[in-house]
């Protein structure tokens, strides 16, 4: 699937523009110092840009050895199913081929938004839980 023309791709993302994305799908916004943080310290990012605002990102994390994580894989709802996700995940996964030497095994996870397993399942993931993997965890934590 080809995505639209004017669609470019780059490696950075503003706490407002990442913000933005968030909360268009639907999702909490991050307060100022979390969310520089967290832009800061993945290891890699792709962004998906037209008329140069984002539209889409993806983030990879990590211990710097064998855990990643896929995170805040997010494409506007007005952009959605035209091939934009598929072109972010393609980014991720060159990173982490990148990333992984000849003879190494590193374990990448990620957290599927509810209904959104198959498009992951579509570049080797796997639901959980299965026979050999429980299911995946998460909790929200916050001091008032």
Same mark, same amino acid.
């Given at each position: 699937?080809?995505?639209p023309s004017g669609i470019e791709f780059s490696q950075h993302l503003t706490m407002e523009e990442y913000n933005h994305l968030r909360v268009a799908?639907?999702?909490?916004?991050v307060a100022t110092r979390l969310a520089r943080n967290s832009l800061d310290n993945? &290891?890699? /990012?792709?962004v998906a840009r037209e008329d140069g605002h984002p539209v889409g990102m993806a983030?990879?994390?990590? $211990? +710097?050895?064998y855990i990643l994580y896929i995170? $805040?894989?997010?494409?506007?709802?007005?952009?959605q199913r035209v091939g934009i996700g598929t072109r972010m995940m393609e980014h991720v996964m060159a990173y982490i081929?990148?990333?992984?030497q000849p003879g190494e095994r590193v374990f990448v996870n &990620? /957290?599927?938004a509810a209904g959104k397993e198959p498009f992951y399942s579509r570049f080797g993931f796997t639901l959980r839980p299965d026979g050999?993997? +429980?299911?995946? /965890?998460?909790m929200y934590y916050g001091r008032d």
């Open positions: 699937m080809g995505i799908v639907g999702w909490q916004p993945a &290891l890699y /990012m792709t983030r990879v994390l990590g $211990d +710097g050895g995170a $805040d894989v997010i494409v506007l709802p007005s952009h081929d990148g990333y992984t &990620l /957290m599927a050999a993997l +429980g299911a995946g /965890m998460s």
